[in-house]
């Protein structure tokens, strides 16, 4: 059993397990096999999650279509997602983070996870859109930051520009066989060199992707640029995770390792999206 799992949770995994053990057999606890087995993807697997992210890209172009000052986050939500079914997605394992916010002096107002409500999108607001392509499970992850009027804060673009420059990096330098250890080094002296690394900011991460169901996306593999353990965890040919570059922005994209390079999977420019 996969005691991990948190379908079915605990509690109720603790009933089947007590059924087994009163009919004489012995239980065991295989969740490190389990996430062992999803994390190198197979062919068939690595096309399921580009047609997740096909949809995915579906999704943020909706946004550009209908994102205009007065329309709702719900609103404008339930539009992407019917876009996204209609190219034939499905409901991802957790619900996006889908909201707008006041840009103040060039800075977003954070607002944490939060996904789409009633709250009406004005000029002047980014909005984050967090969204998660699912086909047959598989899921594909992009998010971008949409500024809502015609010209927004020369800062927060060039912070964009900065942040995406980790993702040319990764395509040209980072490969299957590298460890943890090598790849935090390689990015975080390229946002060294840019100057917008610091020890209290940024948000520079990656977790595994592929066959989700709810309550969550988020895979077994995860680094963080800031990791002192666990290092010598290595990327291995055909894993897909996601990566955050976030500095007080919304910039995410996935990521296949080859043992010749990288690639990412979405066709959504990776810039800060401007809307009138």
């Known amino acids: 059993m996969e005691f991990w799992s948190y379908v079915p949770n605990r509690v109720i995994s603790t ?21 062992r087995a999803r994390r190198v993807k197979s062919p068939q697997e690595l096309v399921y999650m580009e047609k997740a992210m096909a949809m995915c890209d579906i999704g943020h172009q909706t946004i550009m279509e209908h994102l205009r000052p007065g329309i709702t986050e719900i609103d404008l939500f339930g539009k992407v997602t019917a876009a996204m079914m209609e190219a034939g997605g499905e409901f991802p394992a957790q ?9 103040v002096d060039g800075e977003p107002q954070n607002t944490g996870h939060t996904f789409a409500g009633r709250k009406v999108i004005e000029k002047g607001e980014l909005l984050t859109t967090d969204l998660c392509g699912v086909f047959n499970r598989y899921h594909a992850n992009a ?7 015609d ?3 020369v800062t927060l673009v060039e912070r964009y520009k900065l942040a995406a420059g980790v993702f040319d990096v990764i395509a040209a330098e980072v490969k299957a066989g590298m460890t943890v250890r090598e790849v935090n080094a390689r990015l975080r002296r390229y946002y060294e ?21 709810r309550p969550d996306w988020v895979g077994d593999f995860y680094f ?15 894993m897909v995770t996601n990566f955050e570059s976030s500095f ?9 390792y080859g043992k010749d390079g990288t690639r990412l999977l979405s066709k959504t420019p990776l810039e800060l999206r401007v809307v009138g």
């Open 224 to 238: 963080h640029l800031g990791d002192d353990k666990y290092l010598d965890r290595v990327f291995e040919e055909n």
């Open 248 to 256: 007080n922005i919304a910039l995410i994209d996935t990521l296949v």
């Open 193 to 213: 060199e840019v100057g917008i690394w610091t020890e209290n900011e940024g948000w520079a991460l990656g977790y595994e992707l592929g066959l989700s169901f």
């Open 15 to 35: 009933m089947f397990e007590g059924g087994f053990l009163s009919h004489g057999g012995q239980v065991v606890d295989v969740s490190a096999m389990a996430r």
């Open 151 to 153: 010209n927004p804060p």
């Open 95 to 103: 619900i996006p983070i889908f909201n707008a916010a006041p840009v």
């Open 143 to 149: 998010e971008r930051g949409y500024f809502v009027g």
